[in-house]
């Protein structure tokens, strides 16, 4: 590219950006399968090992399929580096274990997945870290809720599975205000639709299982912000505590972001239809979608969102002592859909989150964040909207 030209689109990042080659010239991105890295003598290899030399040394630490999706990834967020790990819940564990210490304070949206609240409830504290989940949506409750030793805030948003907005620009300054590190999962928009880094957040979580895989094959996730933190206080906890991304996995990853924004625009526009149907359906109470002009923060959302993502999730009309039997019932109608805890697929998926993702909250935790035993999620894939349509059609009238 000439030196006036425009920085080119995510799109042109998505297939190009990172891209190492090897002697060899290959055009498309080489998996490098190997746990480590030949040094030309021992003297070279003492300066990899202390730092005084660029070059890889063991796939613990780094690997070049791997730090090609890292530099994509960045890429893509909008963001200065990146630090793969070998799943979402192994990202957030690394960002805990090398930014966090005893006696210090977590402010947490009280909507944010099931697996993250047992990690910060259940086993950081343990260590003596301590996690207050406040409502996503509600700034005020962040500011009230903080204490002298908040050193992280996070988030997730749109949340998971309700669609909770948490306004970006306020969380940001929430964070700034307290001189904690704020971090966003962005797992539901993905950087084709949110960059959340835009608005002045420290820090983008990713779980790469959902929508950068993009086909249900591999776990991976990833952080991404600014170079000094990533590479300063992130790796070298990744490295010596090893939840780091194997190189094939990373390689199916990277390959994935090439698709990103074409498969999620495209699930996105059926969610969409899908959301607007499901909202007529007698048997429908409550239909919870970003992209509908009916959810209540709607307009957030599209202030801070190119695309509202895949995920819809509706409340079934039933009472209270039937609902979990009913919503069960509906799942098992269900011939094209796939019964499966995942999301993210080019599959469609359907999921009772109260008996899965979310069983392990407490009954209290689940009623506050709005995990009723109706709610039924369905992740929206690739296939046929009419098809979609009908098969949930069957299922609802069960
Ligand atoms: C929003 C969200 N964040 C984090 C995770 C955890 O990611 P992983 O399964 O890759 O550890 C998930 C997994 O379902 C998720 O849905």
């Not at 070279?44 to 890889?56: D, M, P, V």
């Not at 996995?249 to 090439?258: F, P, T």
Request: neutral net charge; charged residues 20%; hydrophobic residues 40%.
């Amino acid at each position: 590219m000439s030196g006036g030209d425009p920085p080119p689109s995510a799109q042109t990042q998505a297939v190009r950006a990172g891209t190492l080659r090897s002697q060899f010239h290959e055009h498309s991105e080489a998996l490098f399968l190997t746990s480590s890295f030949l040094f030309d003598d021992a003297e070279q290899a003492a300066r990899r090992f202390a730092g005084q030399e660029e070059g890889y040394v063991y796939s613990r630490f780094s690997n070049p399929t791997v730090r090609m999706f890292e530099q994509r990834l960045a890429a893509l967020e909008g963001g200065e580096d990146c630090l793969a790990t070998a799943s979402g819940m192994s990202a957030i564990l690394t960002l805990c274990l090398a930014h966090l210490t005893a006696g210090d304070h977590i402010l947490c949206g009280s909507n944010v997945f099931g697996a993250t609240v047992q990690l910060f409830s259940n086993v950081l504290g343990r260590f003596g870290i301590e996690t207050t989940y406040v409502s996503g949506s509600d700034p005020a409750a962040w500011r009230s809720a903080a204490r002298p030793r908040t050193r992280l805030l996070f988030c997730e948003t749109p949340s998971n599975p309700l669609m909770e907005v948490t306004d970006l620009r306020s969380f940001a300054a929430i964070g700034r205000e307290l001189g904690g590190l704020t971090v966003v999962d962005n797992c539901f928009c993905t950087p084709a639709q949110q960059q959340p880094l835009q608005y002045g957040v420290d820090l983008v979580m990713h779980t790469g299982t959902k929508y950068l895989d993009g086909q249900g094959r591999v776990l991976g996730g990833a952080l991404v912000g600014r170079a000094a933190f990533v590479r300063e206080t992130l790796l070298p906890v990744l490295r010596t505590t090893g939840p780091s991304l194997s190189p094939f996995n990373a390689w199916v990853l990277l390959k994935g972001l090439e698709t990103l924004s074409l498969r999620i625009d495209a699930q996105s526009r059926s969610a969409l239809q899908l959301a607007r149907w499901l909202q007529s359906h007698p048997a429908v109470a409550r239909v919870q979608y970003t992209g509908l002009e009916s959810h209540p923060q709607h307009v957030l959302a599209r202030s801070q969102q190119s695309g509202f993502g895949a995920v819809v999730a509706f409340e079934l009309k039933v009472a209270e002592g039937e609902a979990r039997q009913r919503a069960w019932r509906v799942i098992n109608a269900v011939r094209l859909l796939s019964i499966t805890a995942n999301l993210g697929d080019t599959r469609s998926t359907i999921t009772h989150p109260a008996s899965t993702t979310h069983s392990r909250l407490t009954a209290e935790m689940r009623q506050k964040a709005g995990i009723t035993e109706s709610l039924i999620r369905i992740a929206v894939g690739l296939e046929d909207t009419e098809d979609l349509r009908r098969d949930l059609a069957r299922a609802l009238g069960a």
